[in-house]
C-alpha cells in the first residue's frame, strides 16, 4: 500500500500498524484511537488529508512523514507517483486511457497553494510518451482546464471517481 493524502486512516493503520505511536504523537486528539470503536469507525470515514487538518499541519508534510517511516519515497507536493493512484476502470471508458498514466497531477492541493495545475499540466503534455496520458486529480470537474485542452487537441476524458465522493478524474493525452 502506497500512502496517500486520500488513504483512510484505518487502512494505513492496518497495513503499517507500527505507524500507531508516530500518528498518536501528532496531536492529543488521536490518542483516542486507542478506543477501537473510534478507530474503526473513525478511522475508516478520515482520509490522512483531514486528519492532518484535524490536527492543523499541512497534509503533505504528515503524508511524507508516515511515507519515511515505512521507507516510502517523498511524494511532491502536487505530483503523485505514477503508481500512486487505483484509477476503477470501467467498460465505458475510452480505450486510450488504458494502462497506467505517465504523470498524475493532484490539482486540489495545487490549489489549496494558490497554484494553478493548468501550469502543472502544461509543463508535462509535450513530455507524453506514445500511449501514455496526464491523469488530473481534482474534487470538482475542471471545465476550463479541459475546454483549453481540447482547444489544443488534446484527447481528454472526464469522470467522477465512484470509489470517493467528490474525487474527480481527468485523463488528457
Request: include cysteine.
Amino acid at each position: 500500500m502506497n500512502i496517500e493524502p486520500g488513504c483512510r486512516l484505518f487502512d494505513v493503520l492496518e497495513a503499517f500498524p507500527e505507524l500507531e505511536p508516530q500518528i498518536m504523537s501528532i496531536s492529543p486528539v488521536f490518542k483516542n484511537l486507542k478506543n477501537p470503536v473510534l478507530r474503526k469507525t473513525v478511522g475508516k470515514l478520515a482520509t490522512l488529508e483531514r486528519v492532518a487538518q484535524v490536527a492543523g499541519m499541512d497534509p503533505s508534510r504528515l503524508v511524507n512523514t508516515l511515507r519515511r517511516a515505512v521507507g516510502q519515497d517523498e511524494l511532491v507536493v502536487g505530483i503523485v507517483s505514477p503508481t500512486a493512484t487505483d484509477i476503477p476502470y470501467s467498460a465505458e471508458d475510452p480505450e486510450w486511457i488504458d494502462g497506467e498514466p505517465q504523470f498524475i497531477v493532484d490539482g486540489t492541493a495545487l490549489l489549496r497553494r494558490g497554484e494553478v495545475p493548468l501550469a502543472q499540466v502544461d509543463e508535462r503534455i509535450d513530455d507524453l510518451e506514445p500511449g501514455r496520458y496526464i491523469l488530473l486529480i481534482t474534487d470538482f470537474e475542471p471545465v476550463p482546464l479541459i475546454d483549453a485542452m481540447r482547444k489544443r487537441k488534446r484527447r481528454v476524458f472526464h469522470k467522477h471517481d465512484p470509489t470517493v465522493q467528490g474525487r474527480h478524474f481527468t485523463f488528457i493525452g
